[in-house]
């Protein structure tokens, strides 16, 4: 037997459960493997903006498609014009460090939550293999070995497929989280180097 027929018989023990299971680990690992690039090309960004900040006193990150880190999308995001005191820049960089947090999670609080549904999936699917072999047993007796052993091996199936796709996808969830927690750490690391600096600095660079 080839081991695509042997998924297929897995996934036909398992019955229409496996096959949702197995939809939403796909979906979780996709926006992982998309999370993942964002996140790793916006920390090389914010990685070298934030060295940048360090040795050049003067640097402005200025707006570039092709280089967009969060720091630079954040001096661009805040307006200039009303900003003219030190505490007026702080007051605008902690509203846009709360704003971009989101955008740095991405589709992180989605990951999560179908991490946490595939046990409860699977879990799902061993209650209906056991209400089956129950219909059985009401309807035949233990006589009928085989109809029994579907309906266990669909309960089995259903809540191994649940946890062992749910450990790839949480763990690889806790990784990026982590990355993305060391991105906002560069990130306000800059911002604090910017609050120290000259304001009229950016102001005349950013100003619209």
């Known amino acids: 037997m080839s081991m695509i027929n042997q998924f297929f018989s897995i996934m036909d023990k398992g019955g229409p459960i496996m096959w949702v299971i197995l939809l939403a680990a796909a979906i979780a690992m996709i926006m992982l493997a998309w999370q993942s690039i964002q996140v790793l090309v916006q920390m090389r960004f914010a990685q070298q903006d934030y060295i940048k900040f360090q040795t050049e006193p003067r640097y402005v990150p200025m707006n570039n498609l092709k280089h967009s880190s969060p720091a630079q999308r954040i001096l661009t995001a805040m307006n200039w014009r009303e900003i003219n005191s030190q505490d007026d820049i702080v007051r605008e960089i902690n509203i846009h460090m709360a704003g971009i947090v989101p955008r ?54 259903t809540t191994a497929g649940g946890l062992i796709f749910a450990i790839p996808v949480i763990f690889f969830h806790h990784l990026l989280a982590r990355k993305v927690n060391k991105l906002m750490m560069v990130t306000t690391q800059a911002m604090q180097i910017i609050m120290h600096r000259d304001l009229n600095i950016y102001k005349n660079a950013l100003a619209p």
């Open 104 to 157: 740095l999670e991405g589709v992180l609080p989605t990951v999560a939550t179908l991490g946490s549904l595939l046990p409860m999936l699977g879990l799902l699917g061993t209650v209906t293999g056991m209400i089956n072999v129950f219909e059985v047993i009401a309807l035949h007796g233990t006589g009928n070995p085989e109809e029994m052993a579907h309906g266990i091996s669909q309960a089995l199936f």
